[in-house]
């Protein structure tokens, strides 16, 4: 039998794929296994419920992501939905480090806004972990869960939703069909867009450079952060005397700095961050991620919802990017299990307006209060500078402040369900 024309794909390049194209059905597609849509199948794998990943990388990138330069920096909120996930447990001993304190330094100013773990109440005000190893303990963390399979090298091409399902067209000519879809592909996600959905987008015109160092003198579990004028510096204490160093600076000045040798690179850095690490010498290559800050007008639509990056892009400065992605899945999975649980179809019924309103509520004040800080610390005007001083003198004393800020780093709490 002939495929009749409407089986007659347009693959990306113009070529027609001449073979049928065969339906599978799920429960809930999730486009992208980063983190995000890797850690949202692992909350969902114990419901039962038939459960497709669909990735553009290999099946070997996924079981091994070779190492981005990214150590990301994760909340005791983080780490305690890592633990119950069972990926925690997977990180080897050596691969995960504590933040004590930290302090925010501005300009070549002596006077520093400083963060005391002594002050919460725990141990630490927070955690690194490299984002290559979070990758690869979401992906491990899957393993035995017969009902969630990941389909590997695969590209969606095209998505949309009917009023019984949602349908996913494959850059192999496959089309998957389920009861939601979740789109967890990228801050520049292809198919929110394809979905409708609106974005505001920040391009700071800024590019983020990241490598690890090795210092002379011990970091003493103490994150740094030091606005200069032209660029943003932060020093994050990994194993012994180990670093990760992110420098934030103009765009049309990351080519100047990716091009610089190891040693004037060193000596940059070592300049910039004063006599506090002794000398620094670098131990990995330099990435560079360009930085566009996202919001996703809605998170969800009948039988659609987006997580991760594809709802919330935040700008690295404050650390919160996967954070908000972990604490958006573990929601998003709750909410779906509460409908189950009260027999509606957990696609359409209040689940989805309720992960949205309540993401909406945890990364909204997050996400502009984390603009509201890049503007003024890029911002070198010199009535910005005078406020970046008395910022920093006025959240020494203003422990309200300070107080929730550091609170946001350890609570442990997230969701209604956890109250
Ligand atoms: C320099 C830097 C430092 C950071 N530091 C921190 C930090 O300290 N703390 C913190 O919490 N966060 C931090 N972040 C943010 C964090 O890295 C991101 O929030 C997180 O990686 C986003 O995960 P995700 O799964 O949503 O998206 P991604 O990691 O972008 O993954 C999307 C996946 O979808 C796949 N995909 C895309 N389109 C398709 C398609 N059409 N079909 C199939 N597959 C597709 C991609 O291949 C990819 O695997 C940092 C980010 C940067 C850039």
């Known amino acids: ?59 070997k990138v996924l079981a091994n992501p070779p190492y981005d330069g990214r150590e990301i920096a994760l909340t005791h909120l983080s780490h305690k939905l890592m633990n119950g996930l069972g990926m925690w447990q997977l990180i080897p001993d050596g691969q995960h480090f504590k933040i004590r304190d930290a302090k925010v330094l501005n300009g070549d100013s002596d006077y520093s806004l400083n963060f005391d773990h002594r ?15 979070i990758r690869k303990v979401a992906y491990q963390s899957l393993q035995g869960f017969d009902n969630v399979t990941i389909l590997t090298e695969k590209e969606v091409l095209k998505i949309g939703t009917e009023a019984s399902h949602g349908w996913v067209d494959l850059s192999d000519g496959n089309r ?48 740094v952060e030091i606005f200069h004028y032209d660029r943003t510096l932060a020093i994050l204490p990994l194993s012994n005397n180990q670093v990760s160093v992110v420098v934030t600076l103009k765009s049309d000045n990351s080519d100047d700095v990716l091009a610089m040798d190891k040693a ?17 010498s670098l ?28 709802a919330v892009g935040m700008h690295p400065v404050t650390a919160h990017g996967f954070n908000l992605g972990l604490q958006g899945a573990d929601t998003l999975a709750k909410e779906i299990k509460r409908a189950i649980s009260l027999g ?11 992960y949205s309103t309540i993401h ?17 610390f890029t911002t070198d005007t010199p009535p910005a500078r005078v406020a970046r001083d008395v910022l920093l003198h006025l959240g020494n004393f203003i422990t309200p402040a300070k107080n929730l800020i550091m609170e946001r780093l350890t609570e442990e709490k997230a969701t209604r369900q956890d109250m």
């Not at 992208?32 to 990388?57: C, H, N, Q, Y």
């Not at 009861?179 to 983020?208: N, P």
């Not at 909406?360 to 003024?376: C, D, E, F, K, Q």
């Open 1 to 59: 039998m002939k495929p009749a024309d409407s089986d007659m794909g347009i693959l990306k390049h113009g070529l027609q794929y001449p073979f049928w194209r065969h339906t599978m059905e799920y429960d809930i597609i999730i486009i992208g296994a980063g983190p995000a849509g890797l850690s949202f199948a692992r909350s969902m794998a114990d419901s039962g419920l038939k459960i497709v990943l669909i990735e553009k990388s290999s099946k």
């Open 344 to 354: 509606q179809d957990f696609a359409t019924s209040t689940a989805l307006q309720q």
């Open 176 to 223: 998957l069909e389920a009861k939601l879809l979740v789109a967890a592909d990228s801050r520049f996600s292809t198919t929110r867009r394809m979905m409708g959905i609106s974005t505001s987008m920040l391009d700071f015109g800024r590019t983020c450079i990241v490598c690890t160092m090795d210092a002379e003198l011990s970091h003493d579990d103490t994150a």
């Open 360 to 376: 909406r509520r945890a990364s909204l004040p997050i996400y502009h209060g984390t603009n509201a800080v890049v503007r003024l």
């Open 119 to 133: 002050d919460t109440g725990k141990d630490n005000l927070g955690f690194m972990v490299a984002n290559n190893v």
């Open 264 to 280: 004037d690179f060193a000596a940059d850095i070592m300049g910039r961050a004063g006599d506090q690490f002794g000398k620094l």
């Open 283 to 310: 131990t990995s290559k330099l990435f560079a991620y360009p930085l566009v800050a996202t919001f996703a007008k809605s998170f969800h639509k009948p039988r659609f919802a987006v997580i991760g990056d594809a």
